[in-house]
């Protein structure tokens, strides 16, 4: 009898421990001028470092940012990105808050992945795809969203609008809130998705400029 | 007889410039309507963009199809506000003043439809965002063209300001309208300052991210000047403008390498 109470005691601790470690968040790659900020408060970054929910990470100009969540995601930060990691229990939930992002499914994700701006939903399940802000054009930035492999379901909160966007796919959300058509675009085939620094290098340098037409750069004779 | 003396009176009209001027004048009736067509291929590779242009063009009072050129060359973007050109050109059924001739008697403008030119053409066009205009989609551009041409050793500089509004669905533009006005210098030929020049108006529709459509019409003013036959035989010397309306319907195809 004895034996079976320590045995329950053993298993609930050993439940415990697996809800208490149900989400690991590292950050296992950065280069240039990063801060994360945790209840408020700047802490130390170092790589390997914990990544709680409710941090908020912050990219300066030419920094790079690798983040691995819940041991199924990865999350690039490019330069000048904000990032707010919202929730990690059943969903993986992060927030854009400036800048751009790549994220990478590679596990088992225990349910669903999702990146939100302030207009913008995009969920999945198991894939690879970059959102970034765009140029600030009408009253909101446009919201770039394109994705490498897999499907990305993209709502607009405001309209209730939603579109799926497949691997290989572009979508540009004009403003935040209004879809176009998916479509290749061809300036995303520079983007660089590795999140490895074993497998090369990681940091992204691709213009964003090129996401939209030069009006100096038209000759018609 | 009073019918007699006005139908003299209007024949004297009508015969008054050529008898004041001779019939080594050449003429230059007005209202005539011309057009021209082209097939434009643009491929973009990074700062290049080669180019390959086809153009035929119906001409004078009979509207004869007489001047076609296929153009061969690249721009390349130096800056952000400026792209240079470099241009080969072989031409048929173009006219110059030169091609008035002596018939003895008479004269008459040389069919050259049969006759080949080579041209050799650099291009400078500098552009600029006019920001402060409503719709922040307006360019300027003013492009600037040196051409030769190996078959008269002819010197031309062409001078084209001109204005475009790009209007956008989405983010890429939709309908683009443009205001231009060529100006053609001779530099070694003709007795005028102007060759010739011509306001014109453009509209182009983007089909597609490949395929423009462009509509344009143009009010063109040639001055003619005395031709070689003209200065051998002894004749006086003119200097005679022919304004004709131009129109043009082209295609342009734009591909990304």
Not at chain 2, 35 to 56: D, I, Q, W
Not at chain 2, 164 to 191: A, E, M, W
Request: aromatic share 12%; hydrophobic share 40%.
């Amino acid at each position: 009898m004895k034996n079976m109470k320590r045995l329950l005691v053993l298993a609930g601790v050993l439940l415990l421990f697996q809800s208490a470690s149900a989400f690991e968040g590292f950050l296992t790659y950065f280069s240039g001028s990063i801060s994360v900020t945790r209840n408020g408060i700047s802490v130390d970054v170092e790589i390997g470092m914990p990544i709680q929910p409710g941090d908020v990470i912050r990219t300066a100009q030419g920094a790079t940012v690798v983040i691995t969540l819940d041991s199924a995601t990865d999350i690039k930060l490019r330069e000048s990105t904000t990032l707010n990691i919202d929730q990690v229990a059943e969903d993986v939930r992060v927030s854009l808050l400036g800048g751009s992002i790549f994220s990478r499914i590679f596990g088992k994700l225990r349910g669903g992945y999702s990146v939100s701006t302030e207009t913008v939903l995009a969920g999945v399940r198991g894939t690879e795809f970059f959102i970034a802000f765009g140029r600030k054009i009408d009253d909101r930035p446009d919201v770039w969203l394109c994705v490498n492999s897999g499907r990305v379901k993209v709502d607009v909160i405001e309209t209730g609008e939603s579109i799926t966007v497949r691997e290989g796919e572009g979508i540009n959300i004009l403003g935040g809130t209004k879809l176009t058509a998916p479509k290749r675009y061809r300036w995303t085939e520079e983007l660089n998705w590795n999140t490895d620094p074993g497998m090369g290098m990681v940091e992204d340098r691709t213009d964003l400029d090129q996401a939209y037409s030069d009006l100096l750069d038209q000759d018609y004779d | 007889m009073k019918r007699v003396i006005v139908i003299i009176t209007i024949c004297a009209f009508l015969l008054l410039p050529s008898l004041l001027l001779g019939d080594h004048v050449p003429e230059t009736p007005g209202g005539v309507v011309e057009l021209e067509n082209h097939l434009r291929l643009f491929l973009k590779h990074g700062n290049f963009t080669p180019v390959a242009e086809l153009v035929g063009r119906w001409e004078g009072q009979r509207f004869e199809f007489r001047y076609r050129a296929l153009t061969l060359g690249s721009y390349y973007r130096v800056a952000r506000q400026l792209k240079l050109g470099a241009f080969y050109r072989v031409q048929q059924g173009a006219r110059h003043d030169d091609d008035w001739i002596d018939l003895d008697p008479g004269w008459v403008w040389r069919d050259t439809r049969g006759r080949t030119e080579q041209l050799l053409i650099l291009d400078v066009s500098p552009r600029f965002l006019l920001g402060f205009l409503p719709g922040r989609n307006w360019v300027f551009m003013l492009k600037n063209r040196y051409l030769f041409n190996t078959f008269n050793s002819q010197h031309t500089l062409t001078v084209r300001p001109g204005v475009t509004y790009f209007l956008l669905r989405g983010r890429d533009p939709f309908l683009n309208f443009s205001f231009n006005y060529d100006l053609y210098i001779p530099l070694n030929y003709g007795s005028s300052f102007l060759y010739a020049h011509w306001p014109y108006l453009n509209v182009l529709y983007h089909l597609s991210s490949v395929v423009k459509l462009d509509f344009s019409a143009a009010y063109k003013t040639v001055t003619w000047s005395s031709s070689e036959d003209v200065i051998a035989s002894g004749e006086s010397d003119y200097s005679v403008k022919s304004r004709t309306l131009l129109f043009g319907l082209g295609v342009i195809l734009e591909f990304e390498l």
